[in-house]
């Protein structure tokens, strides 16, 4: 009895990129938890993914998926601003037009947090659109530029025989 008590092994699986003593640390408190759920009679249920996710992850939480398009190219500034505001979403790119649009999934429940969003970054857009370059205004005021030829490199000029 005492040589399987003390023979007993346990096997844990991390996949991950490079093992650090962070990772470690996480994959035994998950371990852990999971020892301790199991203990009591519960079912042990990881953390729900939150912020940007697959849809097939957001539709699995079963509370309602709504969604949104959007015809912007940048879809990187909203993603900032989801995430500013602890938006669940996952973004699906519609390839079936020229212009390629995003739709922008949500839980039902994080409406008013994206309607905040999305108006922020509609402010955003038109500030960005209103502002006029500022390298085209520094063109136009160098006078350097104006009389200058730009560079012609002929690469068979020592090429001749």
């Known amino acids: 009895m005492q040589e399987e008590v003390e023979n007993r092994t346990v096997t844990l699986t991390v996949n991950t990129t490079k093992m650090t003593g962070r990772v470690l640390k996480e994959a035994l408190r998950k371990y852990l938890a999971y020892k301790n759920a199991k203990k009591q009679g519960k079912a042990y249920r990881d953390v729900k993914p939150t ?21 912007d190219k940048s879809i990187r500034d909203f ?70 030829k730009p560079k012609v490199r002929n690469k068979d000029k020592g090429l001749e025989l």
């Open 51 to 71: 912020g940007k996710q697959t849809v097939k992850q957001l539709v699995g939480q079963n509370q309602g998926v709504t969604n949104v398009e959007i015809e």
């Open 79 to 148: 993603e900032r601003i989801a995430r500013k505001y602890g938006v669940d979403y996952a973004i699906k790119k519609d390839k079936t037009s020229e212009i390629p649009k995003y739709l922008v999934f949500f839980k039902a429940r994080d409406g008013d947090a994206l309607n905040a969003a999305m108006t922020e970054f509609a402010n955003k857009k038109l500030k960005t659109k209103s502002k006029p370059s500022l390298l085209k205004k520094l063109r136009d005021l160098s006078p350097l530029d104006k009389g200058r």
